[in-house]
């Protein structure tokens, strides 16, 4: 399974974008790029999930270029209830991604 | 339906003693998976279920671990001769596969101390 790397943490001031990067050098052909976030003393939470280009729901939104060695999150606009760990997770949508142990994450803090 | 249950939410137990955690997935979900989740780490992957089989188990789950998910439905998570190493957050998810989003869905997760 391909191996991610991310920033271990970000701070950012309320009302900004935010954009984390993970880098996936090794991502396999049917390999999605999937992320989660994660509260403290709660379960990780889906957010967004794609394979190429751009991807948006209501949360955020996922750029893949077209080598997709990379990706980004963006969030928009944050707010202090963003502040969280998002982990960023590479495997194929056939569950694959989800057999994988998470790495560190990226420690979001949000400032007001 | 409510999402995924983990029960207990909350365990201590002394070192030696066995402990059993249960999972109820999201009803129509046929895959369950474990995680162990320790103080600022990801959660570790341990085992998946793909309805009443157990199809894959990580290389670091201890012969002292053992899951279950006998008809297809909840899931049980067994450790026995529990050790101070074993304290963690323990993370039940489920998903349906295939579906056009493999989305996976946690519970709280069980949280053990091991005194």
């Known amino acids: 399974l391909a191996k991610t790397t991310q920033p271990i943490s970000m701070d950012s001031y309320e009302g900004q974008e935010v954009n984390i990067t993970c880098s996936h050098n090794?991502?396999?052909?049917?390999?999605?790029i999937t992320w989660y976030q994660q509260f403290p003393s709660q379960g990780p939470r889906f957010i967004i999930q794609?394979?190429?280009t751009k991807v948006t729901n209501e949360v955020a939104s996922l750029f893949i270029p077209a080598d997709r060695k990379s990706s980004t999150l963006s969030l928009p606009r944050v707010s202090l209830s963003d502040t969280a760990v998002y982990y960023c997770?590479?495997?194929?949508?056939?569950?694959?991604?989800?057999?994988?142990?998470f790495g560190i994450g990226t420690k979001l803090q949000v400032i007001p | 339906d409510t999402g995924v249950s983990q029960d207990p939410r909350h365990k201590i137990t002394k070192r030696g003693q066995n402990v059993t955690f249960r999972c109820d997935p999201i009803s129509e979900h046929n895959r369950l998976y474990w995680y162990r989740q320790t103080l600022g780490q990801g959660p570790e992957f341990l085992t998946y279920f793909q309805n009443e089989a157990q199809l894959e188990k990580s290389r670091l789950l201890s012969d002292r671990f053992s899951a279950e998910r006998p008809k297809g439905s909840f899931s049980t998570l067994e450790i026995q001769r529990t050790e101070q190493g074993d304290s963690a957050m323990y993370l039940c998810a489920s998903s349906l596969v295939p579906s056009l989003n493999t989305e996976a869905f946690f519970g709280q997760g069980t949280r053990l101390t091991v005194v």
């Open positions: 997770l590479v495997g194929d949508n056939g569950g694959g991604y989800q057999k994988v142990t």
């Open positions: 090794n991502i396999a052909t049917n390999d999605y």
């Open positions: 794609g394979y190429k």
